[in-house]
């Protein structure tokens, strides 16, 4: 059992930057993957990066570039590093963690990028 608390969103200026964390209970050393998703209002929730076994990355095309997630194995902890942030990046954060054949979310932190 994982259990995954972020912490980090607030609200932000466009073109600012944020750091976000997921926080596991258990150890995610040896996950199939782990990653962050975003839901807008009114849009379904989409993958905006991740990291699977082996430590490849992949990120959607939108943040690609400005986007980084990365991981502490010792902490059980992963980040994802927010740069050049627009207002369509507005949305609440999840983190996931997936270790067949469990899928693993945290209760979700608020990133909002506004003047």
């Known amino acids: 059992q994982v259990q995954l608390v972020e912490s980090g969103g607030t609200l932000v200026q466009p073109g600012g930057s944020l750091r976000l964390s997921c926080a596991a209970s258990?150890?995610?050393?040896?996950?199939?993957?782990m990653g962050w998703c975003r839901q807008a209002p009114g849009k379904q929730r989409e993958l905006v990066a991740e990291i699977v076994r082996g430590g490849s990355t992949r990120y959607t095309d939108s943040v690609k570039g400005r986007f980084t997630i990365s991981r502490d194995n010792a902490k059980n902890t992963i980040y994802l590093q927010m740069n050049s942030l627009k207002p369509e990046d507005t949305a609440v954060y999840y983190c996931?963690?997936?270790?067949?054949?469990?899928?693993?979310w945290g209760q979700g932190t608020q990133v909002t990028v506004s003047t």
């Open positions: 258990g150890s995610i050393f040896g996950a199939d993957a």
């Open positions: 996931n963690v997936r270790r067949w054949p469990h899928s693993y």
